[in-house]
């Protein structure tokens, strides 16, 4: 089965413009919700990308570095919301997280 599909975790704002894009995606009411959602899509076997709000991630800092973490699919991604980054993170910052490469 492959996996082709997309789907955002994120505030209003947020999940109103990826839905006009045709992507689904949830708004969450507390950390609870967070993690059932995360697990729930993680666990779907067509999944192949949850996009997370930073500021929704941080309500389940250590689910999402868990999944994150695990190499399998789907990818876990943070991003930005519309008031923009959570933490400002340096480029260089950001390629050793992505890569695990200082340079």
Known sequence: MAR???CII???ETVLGFRLLGIPGDI????EEVRRLL???FADPEM???LIEDRVAAQAPDLVAELQASKEFPLVVQI???RGPLAEESIRDFIVG???VRL
């Open 98 to 100: 992505a890569i695990g």
């Open 48 to 50: 192949a990308l949850i």
């Open 80 to 82: 930005p919301g519309p």
């Open 10 to 12: 994120g505030s209003e």
């Open 4 to 6: 082709e599909r997309i």
């Open 28 to 31: 969450p009411a507390g950390p």
């Open 39 to 41: 697990r729930e899509r």
